[in-house]
Every structure is written in structure tokens, then in C-alpha cells.
């Protein structure tokens, strides 16, 4: 299996329905079953014998990219085709050995980095927290500007699957109906996003020129809540007053300093975002970064407010 | 329209049904239509709930490629998909411009350049073929060589559509019933082939590491004729014997030097492949070349034999 990027060029012969070699070479792809893009010419369509060969294409799933080889940047970028995505959170070693691949391999079109989680720059975390992401994401996203690899970084926050069912109470599998531990104050903002709204956000996002070389962070308004009124909206839903235990920050830091590998890292991540609201307390400014809800503001995301009705 | 490589490995979390990212983004990137491979571990085979998400991706048209991220070939394979394929007899000005762009964009996993046709590194042509094929081939395949960048070259000789329906007589349109031009002896070999069977075997050397950097000759067996055979073929498929009239080697050189361009150049090619039979005249070396059906002895490759018959 492999992309077929064939340089198509419509040639009169075509017309007569004899046999240049072209049409032959772009069909034969696509019926082999490998993802197949054909540069052809914008003037292509406008004849009906060219469009007729067009149309055959598109009905084999064949991607017209329309261009001309004169052109640089089409030639560029209808070679230019593969975008890697890392997606799992993997070791910052797994990652250096992706970024090793795509260097030997070239100027790949873009590079989603496996960073979708809470973004590391502009976090004010305590070790072992500190170090954990400067490792993972801020050293990566540096090498990735260093070595001019086109990327986008996506940031998008906690993941509803594994957050929201729980009202973010380590260790429990479904929101609590008597009592909630929150860490801090309960007012810092932490943001929940559906699993499948990410992927459709990172899929617009991969080819935008707009995200080139930025952060996109996914910050839905609907879904960015502080923890008070969370476990508000949950008590709403359910009719029943919640116990809340807070655990001041003096305490969340003890238990960082108490705990051992890896629960202090945990520790050390919650406090970074529910005590010391990092996932909402900057601004995104156009220099670094994007917002997914802002950029794509057809894209109906699931609100918490939804997701939680399914527990009632 | 991106083609995604994503680079996933399974995780004890989705095997509970919960929500680790990876997953998602393989599904977003096949539910957008985009061209998806994901590297996924041997192993995820092996274990029932993996093999249930590697099922999930086939039913989405992923296509999974195993291999592991500490192996530097399969991730290399997996990020160098792209193969470009240069189908059409473009000036060498355009093949330059692509072998530009292949450069800049870097390491592509193959390139098909535009040279299906006789192979121009063992002809003895005269001018001006001796030039053209200077520039449209021999300088083409030194500039791939010095550049590294990977190649096939495929040499599919006479293309059937176009010269099987005039049994290579110039200006025809049907093969004659009455006379034939025949240039020189007449038995010279020549090579005919059908252009799907010339996709088919070009789909099928683009990713095979025996045509790596080699020249493919597609030169089946049952359709190398010389034009004494071929004229004969036909006469016994029509019941009716043909007049031949042969032009020696002087008169077709003759008509090289009195013609002008750009039929010159087309009566010096024709004077390569009939008078000196370029086309078969060497034998193919491991070195240099491998043969098409050779190759590949399980595709069926359409006969002259039975392409003529529907001219009968």
C-alpha cells in the first residue's frame, strides 16, 4: 500500500479516446486500491471531453488536485501529502524517534505531535509536574521549531471519557451522587472535551494554514467550567445536594511531596490545573495560538452539559 | 484531502472501553475520507480486545501497518508513503520541475518518472532520436542517480492502443487490409503492450524492492513480434495476404534528413525500434533491469493475438 501522487496531464489523444498512458497509470492505482491524487489543470474542467476523464477519476476516489506544474507550490504540495500524528502519550523517547523518522524522511506536510493534553508553556507546575512537562511537550514543540518540521501542536484539555464520569475524582468510575473532592478553592476553569469532537477539530486543523506551526487549543466556552459549578450543574441534573471536601493548596502540596511514583505526578498535574487554573488562565494570543471553537465555529461539539445526562 | 499516518499504539485504558485519544484521531482521520495508516504492534493482533480496534480500523479503511516504534524501518516505511508518478511524455523542462519539487519536499518513497516508453540507455539512434532521447531519458535517470532519490523506470515499448490498431503504420487508423509499409527488414523485434497491463505491472513494481532503482522492461513473451510476424498474424487471422513494401535502412535515413520537425524525429525513432530493434536488441542485466512478466508471472497480460481479433 502506498499514496499515489501521479502528475497527470490531459493530452489531446485522451480525447479521442485512444491511449496515452496517463489515464491508464491514475486508474490503475486507484483500482489497486492505494489512495491516489492526480494533479491535473484547472482548464481540465472546463472542456467536456477533460472533465468526462475527470469524472471517471473522482468515480474511482481518485483526488483531483487541481494545479499546474508550473506552479511551485500545487507541485510542492500535491507531493507533499503525508501528515503524522502521534497520538498516544507516549515516552518524550518514543517521540524523539517519530521526529527522528520524519528528518531522515523530509519535509513531511505536517507533524501533530503527541501533545493533546494540557499545554506545557504556560504552566505553573511543581515538580514533578515541572519537569514532566518541559520533557514531554515544551523540549519537543522546541526540537520541532528547530528543525523547521511543520507542526501543530493540539492542546485540547481534559478528555470527557475519562474526566467528566468522574467529576475528575481520581480513582472513581462514575460521577459521585454524595460527596466530591475538590482541590483549591473549586474556582480555577478546567475545560472537558468529547474524545470524537477532538479528532474532528484535529482533522480540520491538520491541513489550515492557520494552525501552521501553532497551538490549537481546543477551549469550547460551554465546556469550561470551574469545578463549583460543575458539581452544581451534576447536582441540578440529579436533584441532590453534593458534600464538597476542598483540599486547600498547602494540603494538594503536601500530598505531592508525601506521595510516591507516579501518583505525585498526578498530584502534581491536578494542582497545575485545579488549583492553579492552567488551562484557562492566559489568553491566547494570535502569536502562539488558535481556538478551536473560534475557528471552526461550525463544528456542533458535545457540551458537558449533555455528556453528563446519560449518568443521571 | 491529507493522507494520515498515524502513529498509535494500543493502551491498556481502551481495552476498558475508556477513552485514549489515539483511537479517536485514527477514526476522525477515515471518517473524513482522508487516506489513514496507522502503525500498530504486532502484538495488538495477538490479544482479542486489540484485535477488536485493529477490526474496527479495517471496517474504516484504515490500513494498519505493524511494526513497532523502536524499529526505525517500519517507522520510516510508515511516514515515506508517497510515490509520485510522472505519467505523461512531458518536455524534460516539466520533469525537472518535478524532480525539483521531489527534492525540496525530500525523501519520497519512490519516483515514476515520465518514461514509459523504449528504453534509451542502449538505443543506437540517429538525430535527431539521438538527442531526444538524450534529454527526455538518459539525463533524466543520471539526475534521479546523482540525487538519490529513489526510482523505477518503466520501459513498456509500444503502447498496443495506439500501435497495435495500425500494425505501427504512421497515420492509420485501423490495421490495413490492403498494403503495409515495413522499414527495414522487418525482422527486427518489437514490443507491443495493452496500456491497463502496463498500469497493472507498474502498480505492481512501484513498491517492490526488485525494481528499486532498476529499470523495468515490460517485454512479454507472446507480444514481441517482429513486423515480418506481425503482418503475418494478421494475414492468417483475415484470411488474406497483405502487400508488403520495405523501405532498406538508406531510404529511411533519407527520409530522416529530407523530413522536417517534427516528423524527422519521429521517422529516427521509428528507425531505432524497426531498422536496429532497440527495443530488444540487449539482454536484460540484473544490474541495470528486470522483466515485467517475469517478474510477475501471475498477471495475465492481454496477447496481440487476441487484441487483434476484434479488428478482423
Redesign the interface.
Known sequence: ?????????Y?E?DKRG????????????AK?G??T?ALVRESTLSDPAKANIAKGFKSLGV?L?HGD??D?GT??NV??????????E?SPE?QY??I???T???????FLP?V?GNHADRVHAVEPARIFYAAYYTDILRLLEEQGIPYTYVS?NF????HHTTLAQPGATAPSRDKVVILGDGNAKVVFNR??D???Y??KA??DPRTLNKILYIRPPANTYSMNDLVSLWERKISKTLERVYIPEEQVLKKIRDARSPDDLMWAIYHSIFVKGDQTNFEIEPSFGVEASELYPNVKYSTMDEYLDQFV
Not at 18 to 29: D, H
Not at 104 to 110: E, L, Y
Not at 159 to 162: D, E, I
Request: proline share 3%; glycine share 6%; with cysteine.
Open positions: 500500500m502506498c499514496v499515489c501522487v501521479c502528475v497527470y496531464i493530452r489523444r485512444t491511449r496515452c498512458i496517463g489515464k491508464f497509470i491514475v486508474e490503475a492505482s489497486f492505494h489512495p491524487f483526488n488536485v506544474i508550473n511551485p507541485l510542492l507531493i507533499r501529502q503525508v501528515v503524522v500524528i502521534s497520538t498516544v507516549i518514543d524517534k517519530i527522528a523518522a520524519i531522515i524522511v523530509g519535509n513531511i506536510k505536517r503527541s493533546f485540547c478528555l470527557a471519557g475519562w474524545e470524537d477532538i479528532g474532528i484535529t482533522m491538520m491541513n
